[in-house]
Nanobody
Framework: QVRLAESGGRLVQIGGSLRLSCEAS????????MAWFRQAPGKERDHVAS????????YYAESVKGRFTISRDNTKNMVFLQMNSLKPEDTAVYYC??????????????????WGQGTQVTVSS
């Protein structure tokens, strides 16, 4: 069983920055690919960024490329999402996800086995 706890979501101004954190309660964190997804009201849950077990591979949604950076610290069982140049369309609940996978950084929700409760990010003027 993997438990994930996100933090860092809040109201931020357009153009601002925010760093989301996700702490995983699991012994073998380094066996899990990690990802961030987001879900806006009335919309599906979409992939934002994912990272492989070593951090060597990362994938980003086109809408966040160049603005968001995913990283992980396997010594602390943590994954992060640095978000810069935030836009109103980034407003959503952001979810951390973990998938037992030794290779790659999947982008589908079906590839991930465990999910956090989510943290709200609101971008407004």
């Amino acid at each position: 069983q993997v438990r994930l706890a996100e933090s860092g979501g809040r109201l931020v101004q357009i153009g601002g920055s925010l760093r989301l954190s996700c702490e995983a309660s699991v012994r073998t964190f380094s066996n899990y690919a990690m990802a961030w997804f987001r879900q806006a009201p009335g919309k599906e849950r979409d992939h934002v960024a994912s990272i492989s077990v070593t951090g060597a591979d990362t994938y980003y949604a086109e809408s966040v490329k160049g603005r968001f950076t995913i990283s992980r610290d396997n010594t602390k069982n943590m994954v992060f999402l640095q978000m810069n140049s935030l836009k109103p369309e980034d407003t959503a609940v952001y979810y951390c996800a973990a998938g037992l996978r030794f290779v790659g950084a999947p982008v589908l929700t079906s590839d991930y086995d465990y999910w956090g409760q989510g943290t709200q990010v609101t971008v407004s003027s």
